[in-house]
T-cell receptor, first 116, second 115 residues
């Protein structure tokens, strides 16, 4: 049973470019949340997707956008990259029913983005 | 807004000994969940233990237990019989009621285990 998988694992971009990160949730899960983890910090919530719609959003600018596909996989897009966007981007999945009662998230290993 | 604070950036423990990691949080809600996640060098966050605020009994998972003090808004993690594999970053996290996948994390505590 595959867990949460993310791609790519590492990537380097330059300021002003755009990036797309991908996430496949754990088998059977239907919700995906994205987090940004700067070096030496705890993860910060970006947004959550369920039924192909953004359901919750953290304090991130509109440069951060996402999408969820019918197979529950998800993409995170960041436009007009800034140096400060350099971070580990974590994807987490859950089954929406479990989320209501337990709050447990299953995380992937993340995509390390470096902006030069 | 809710906040989570971990005041110990680094902790160290001798193998087989016990260590306690501290966490405090601030909220005006009465129903919420608290978590401890472990992040080893592989970067994958792994759930260690979970506590529902409405439960007075402290959660326990094998060698891991918590001391949940709701009035004091404190949620510490005790690791007994520490093992080399316990070395990692530990994050305390808060989730409000009906907040879906939105966790609020602390800054983390890096735990090292000495053989």
């Amino acid at each position: 049973d595959a867990g949460v998988t993310q791609s790519p694992t590492h990537l380097i971009k330059t300021r002003g470019q755009q990036v797309t990160l991908r996430c496949s949730p754990k088998s059977g899960h239907d919700t995906v949340s994205w987090y940004q983890q700067a070096l030496g910090q705890g993860p910060q919530f970006i947004f959550q997707y369920y039924e192909e719609e953004e359901r919750q959003r953290g304090n991130f600018p509109d440069r951060f956008s996402g999408h969820q596909f019918p197979n529950y996989s998800s993409e995170l897009n960041v436009n007009a990259l800034l140096l400060g966007d350099s971070a580990l981007y974590l994807c987490a999945s859950s089954l929406v029913g479990d989320l209501l009662f337990t709050g447990e998230l299953f995380f992937g290993e993340g995509s390390r983005l470096t902006v030069l | 807004a809710q906040t989570v604070t971990q005041s110990q950036p680094e902790m160290s423990v001798q193998e087989a000994e016990t260590v306690t990691l501290s966490c405090t949080y601030d909220t005006s809600e009465s129903d919420y969940y608290l978590f401890w996640y472990k992040q080893p060098p592989s970067r994958q966050m792994i759930l260690v233990i979970r506590q529902e605020a409405y439960k007075q009994q402290n959660a326990t998972e094998n060698r891991f237990s918590v001391n949940f003090q709701k009035a004091a808004k404190s949620f510490s993690l005790k690791i007994s019989d520490s093992q080399l594999g316990d070395a990692a970053m530990y994050f305390c996290a808060y989730r409000g009621d009906n907040q879906g996948g939105k966790l609020i994390f602390g800054q983390g505590t890096e735990l090292s285990v000495k053989p």
